[in-house]
């Protein structure tokens, strides 16, 4: 059986499938061949999703019903096992990332909901009576609509990420899906349409190649929340629309995930790891780890490991089981990666990587030598396999270093003083500090942004609270 229907992909609207918009082609990145035909939306799709969601909504019984809330999401969970490799194999080749990484996106989004479902049954008020006879319900509800804009770099998993408290809450959704992925949203969506138990409305997905429907999330009254995971530069301007409506925003944004190593680190397992923070994914998402700050008596002696080990890299197509570094998502971000590199003047190659010749948006991994603090490389956002290495002193200069951009999504901390590694940790302005580590996320903590990366937080309980309203319901004695 093909990956991909030989049908154009369709929108998902009430329950429905609508086919409604101009015919838009998806590519392969990594062979520039047309995978198929998608239906490309706008604001007019939107408001039909819109629509049936708050209609669902509405109608009652999805947001007071907790046990048809945990029943549908894990369902949705069996769902996206039994068809785990239909949907890996989607994303490869949609998204270009090797398949091992599309196969564990899909395993943790199943992950996701099984554990949504479980706050859906548990995560629903207290009571308390007092001792004059009284009795107090802090009462959780829904708060309505939620609008869910999902980017193209893991569409399955930050899709998943937004849409399984939403729907834990008791929440309707709607979810705009990219272009660059979707044939891959769409197969999303038909798997997650088939569970028999999801009333109709409940979820809805569209997808589009501009901004209209988004737009229309954002400025829709009914939609009560808007979830985005992207640029910090477009969840500014969806801040600042919403906020015309006090409409609750949850903002996951860029990153520039400074990878701290001591000297006293393990670099046998420190250097597998930083490598990967600049090759997974090709770069391509908030939390890699783009910044290597290196204690100066082993400067030299990781730079050299570190260069060897992206060298070595294996570039592919990443259906192929050898690729370690897939193509980046197409030719433009090619090229606004090159231009990045090109305009840092005073960087230092250690490995000069770049485009490569022939079909597909390849990338080779590249590393620079940085000092200056101002340089793009290390206050922009690069999007791909691109890394810079700085050198500090003291702990005190890590910490200034790792702190100097606008970001603060992440850092990692490489040392064997535990309680160095602790006092770092403590000084970092970040959502999340791995110890000898790096990108391990644990769906009952909550993950997010300090800064400019991002407003509220996903996972866990704190997760579930973006899309709930709390109220206090007094019975007097």
């Known amino acids: 059986m093909s990956v991909f229907s030989p049908e154009p992909a369709r929108h998902l609207v009430g329950g429905d499938w609508l086919a409604h918009g101009d015919l838009a082609a998806s590519v392969d990145p990594a062979t520039d061949e047309q995978l198929g035909v998608f239906r490309d939306g706008g604001a007019e799709v939107a408001r039909a999703a ?24 894990w369902d949705f969970a069996d769902a996206l096992d039994r068809n785990a490799e239909r949907l890996s194999t989607a994303l490869t080749l949609e998204n270009g990332k090797p398949l091992v990484q599309s196969t564990a996106e899909v ?23 007092s001792a004059t006879g009284s009795v107090s319900m802090l009462v959780k509800e829904p708060v309505g609509v939620a609008g869910v804009i999902v980017p193209w770099n893991s569409p399955v998993i930050l899709a998943i990420r937004s849409v399984a408290p939403a729907l ?13 992925t979707a044939l891959t949203g769409a197969l999303l969506a038909e798997v997650l349409a088939g569970v028999p138990a999801l009333p109709p409305g409940v979820l809805n997905v569209v997808t589009e190649s501009g901004d209209g429907a988004a737009r229309e999330l954002v400025a829709d009254p009914r939609v009560a929340v808007v979830s985005y995971t992207g640029s910090t530069a ?25 990878m701290v190593v001591f000297a006293d680190a ?32 082993i400067a030299d002696e990781l730079c050299v490991r570190l260069r060897d080990t992206l060298a070595a890299t294996v570039l592919g197509p990443g259906i192929e089981p050898a690729t370690q570094l897939g193509p980046l998502i197409d030719h433009a971000a090619v090229h606004r990666v090159d231009g990045l590199v090109a305009r840092a003047d005073g960087a230092e190659p250690v490995l000069c990587g770049g485009p490569t010749p022939g079909p ?28 810079t290495i700085e050198v500090f002193d003291d702990e005190d200069d890590a910490v200034h270093r790792a702190g100097a951009t606008r970001y603060g999504l992440a850092a990692s901390v490489w040392t064997s003083d535990g309680a160095r590694a602790q006092r770092v940790a403590a000084a970092m302005h970040a959502g999340t500090v791995w110890i000898n580590d790096w990108a391990r996320i644990v769906d009952r903590f909550e993950e997010g942004g300090y800064k400019h990366s991002g407003l509220g937080r996903l996972g866990g309980p704190g997760g579930l609270a973006e899309f709930q309203e709390v109220k206090h319901v007094y019975c007097a004695p």
Not at 50 to 65: E, L, N, Q, S, V
């Open 234 to 258: 477009v969840g500014a301007r969806i801040m600042a629309a919403a906020g015309a409506q006090l409409k609750r925003v949850s903002l996951e944004l860029g990153g520039k995930t400074p």
């Open 360 to 387: 597909g948006s390849f990338y080779r991994p590249a590393l620079f030598a940085v000092q200056d603090l101002q340089s793009p490389l290390v206050q922009e956002e690069i999007f791909g396999p691109v890394a």
């Open 50 to 73: 819109i629509d049936a969601a708050a209609t669902a909504f509405a109608r009652g019984r999805w947001r007071i019903d907790h046990e048809l809330r945990a029943r549908v999401l």
């Open 168 to 180: 834990a809450a008791g929440c309707t959704a709607v979810v705009k899906m990219p272009a660059q």
């Open 107 to 129: 395993g943790r989004a199943a992950g996701k909901l099984r554990y949504h479902a479980g706050l859906a049954l548990t995560d629903l008020g207290t009571a308390a009576r």
């Open 266 to 297: 393990d670099l046998d397992a420190a250097v597998p790891v930083l490598a990967a923070g600049v090759t997974r994914f090709a770069g391509q998402f908030c939390m890699a780890g783009s910044r290597i700050l290196v204690q100066r008596p």
